[in-house]
């Protein structure tokens, strides 16, 4: 007997993975609002390539939602959250202690190399204030320097074995363009936005592209990563592929990274006072504002901070990642797209300067 109605916009096995992805994230400890769950939808309908007809743009509107709840009543509901204050201040004692305690069972078991920590930060055109020697009495001492509050997007990770993963770069940009690539840190994957900051895409190429490749490397029977604001990041695929592969996810509680994010406490630090000293050397000898052309090799500089000198390369020795080595731009203005979508593309290797033409030459053959 047909069902009365318009047929469902998803088809029952997505909508089931939909649900499992739905709970496991709750499991996990970020439950997903009906919002996030729409821009869910909509991300998996782009990246298919499918048109819902119903939505406006590929995106489900509320009667959508309520209607996918009362579908699946059985396993769904919606209860409301608790929420924790983001006041840095009020983060008490008991929160930090309840979090380690959870952290330590969640990580007992599991070797060093299976525990990723990732974070990201941006990096920005501004080296900082700098001590001069003035006349005394003076109120405002000026210093000529090109700035701007500009910046770039970074994203860093590494497991607790002490090595460092491919880095992830994010400009702010419509296009990516090869000259923006060249002479970074060994094996870094480039990709672009137009807020400058992660998405949900670009979080999902990060994993399948950098993540993924390195935790199936490792024989371990779990897998944890350790970050923050998975929540705004988080898709089905993902949390799929995170099941499917025995990989877990520990949040940080709210507003305490400065204390409990480990990247933030040891790395980032050390990091950007590396980037001012780098970036002040090279505006005392250029003028105007940095290009996007010489942040690969300002950043490149900036991580020998971390160089060991018996070890002069930070990241992975071992790990062989083919895509990240591969910069691969569209024929039209989609976004970057993962290595499984080369084909269709122009593929140009980061390092391999000599073949390719200049940027104007570049856009015209694309």
């Not at 970020?30 to 919002?35: A, D, H, S």
């Not at 592969?245 to 940080?252: A, E, H, K, P, T």
């Amino acid at each position: 007997m047909l069902s009365v109605g318009r047929p469902c916009d998803l088809q029952d096995e997505e909508e089931k993975s939909l649900v499992e992805g739905l709970i496991t994230a709750s499991k996990w400890g970020f439950p997903l609002t009906c919002f996030e769950v729409h821009l869910m939808v909509k991300h998996y309908l782009d990246r298919k390539g499918l048109t819902a007809k119903q939505f406006k743009n590929n995106m489900p509107g509320p009667d959508w939602a309520k209607s996918f709840l009362k579908r699946h009543n059985s396993t769904l509901t919606i209860r409301l959250s608790e929420n924790i204050k983001r006041s840095r201040p009020n983060i008490s004692i008991e929160t930090i202690t309840h979090f380690f305690n959870e952290l330590s069972q969640t990580l007992e078991g599991v070797p060093p190399d299976a525990i990723i920590n990732y974070d990201e930060t941006n990096l920005t055109d501004d080296p900082g204030k700098v001590k001069v020697i003035c006349r005394r009495g003076t109120k405002h001492v000026d210093y000529l320097l090109d700035s701007l509050k500009a910046s770039t997007s970074v994203m860093f990770s590494g497991p607790a074995s002490g090595v460092m993963l491919p880095v992830y770069v994010v400009y702010k940009s419509e296009h990516l363009y090869p000259s923006w690539t060249y002479h970074g840190p060994q094996k870094t994957r480039f990709n672009r936005s137009k807020s400058g900051w992660f998405d949900m895409k670009i979080f999902e190429d990060w994993y399948f592209e950098v993540v993924l490749p390195y935790f199936r490397t490792i024989n371990a029977n779990k897998k944890v990563m350790i970050g923050d604001n998975l929540a705004s990041h988080v898709s089905e695929e993902v949390i799929k592929s995170c099941a499917e592969n025995g990989i877990s996810f520990v949040l940080l509680p709210p507003n305490t990274t400065h204390l409990t994010q480990s990247l933030d406490v040891a790395f980032f630090r050390p990091l950007k006072l590396k980037w001012r000293d780098v970036l002040r050397s090279w505006k005392n000898k250029n003028i105007g504002t940095l290009p996007k052309t010489q942040f690969p090799g300002l950043l490149k500089n900036s991580i020998t901070v971390f160089e060991d000198p018996d070890d002069p390369d930070p990241l992975q020795p071992e790990l062989e990642i083919e895509s990240p080595l591969v910069i691969t731009i569209p024929a039209s203005n989609e976004p970057v797209a993962s290595s499984s979508q080369v084909n269709s593309m122009s593929t140009i290797n980061m390092y391999d300067s000599d073949d390719v033409d200049d940027d104007e030459n570049f856009k015209k053959k694309t």
